[in-house]
């Protein structure tokens, strides 16, 4: 069955720290993929997403995201994290042409310690 | 601009007491539409999705069911709620032509 596998559940960094956060996918096709945010107390909000193109792909506050297809891989990063980034980051993939629904890894709580 | 809305944003029901949660969209014409559920550490289940009036695919057997009575309102429901199914619920909508969904505040919802 087609999965999503982030592997950190939980990440502790302090300010100005680097991140990356790992992303897998199982599907075999083509496939459009996503990254999400929820900050404590707000809407699930779209962090940055890929369909085609170049494989680095840049969102909102900094975070950008590269597609490595041949890793099934699309890893989130920011070279310097600030506490505001305190939040909760999910993965999400969905077959490019049935993209009807949305397959979620199971989250990343991340803390930024000031 | 387009802008999703749920409510109530919490509900306290009683075991066996039935539920209704309503989810609407505005500035947006024959959106698809979600219901997930979010629990801590487990991600986000989707529960059923719609892709049009009167149109509902179930993903998981369970107590709830979902209805779809105009274009822009999605609404989740149980006839006698169980315990297990308290969590916090999230509605979103999709256009047919885009890939991203847009998630609305979402309801905390505690059986007891």
């Known amino acids: 069955a087609q999965s999503v596998s982030q592997h950190n559940h939980h990440v502790i960094l302090s300010e100005a720290a680097s991140l990356e956060l790992g992303c897998n996918y199982s599907?075999?096709?083509?496939?459009?993929l996503f990254w999400y945010v929820q900050y404590p107390g707000q809407h699930l909000q779209l962090l940055l997403k890929?369909?085609?193109?170049d494989p680095l792909v840049k969102g909102i506050k900094g975070f950008e995201a590269e597609f490595i297809k041949s890793k099934f891989s699309f890893n989130l990063r920011k070279p310097s994290v600030q506490w505001s980034d305190t939040a909760e980051y999910f993965c999400a993939v969905t077959l490019a042409g049935n993209n009807r629904k949305l397959i979620w890894g199971l989250g990343t709580s991340l803390a930024v310690n000031p | 601009s387009q802008t999703i809305h749920q409510w109530p944003a919490t509900l306290v029901q009683p075991v066996g007491s039935p539920l209704s949660l309503e989810c609407t969209v505005e500035?947006?014409?024959?959106?698809?539409l979600y219901w997930y559920r979010q629990a801590a550490g487990r991600g986000l289940q989707l529960l059923f999705y719609s892709v049009g009036i009167g149109q509902i695919s179930s993903e998981v057997p369970q107590n709830l069911s979902a209805s779809r009575p105009q274009d822009r309102q999605f609404i989740l429901s149980s006839k006698k709620l169980l315990l297990s199914d308290s969590g916090f619920y999230l509605c979103?909508?999709?256009?047919?032509?885009?890939?991203?969904?847009?998630f609305g505040p979402g309801t905390r919802l505690t059986v007891l």
């Open positions: 979103a909508w999709r256009d047919k032509w885009g890939g991203e969904q847009f």
């Open positions: 890929y369909f085609s193109g």
């Open positions: 500035g947006t014409s024959n959106p698809n």
């Open positions: 599907y075999g096709g083509t496939v459009n």
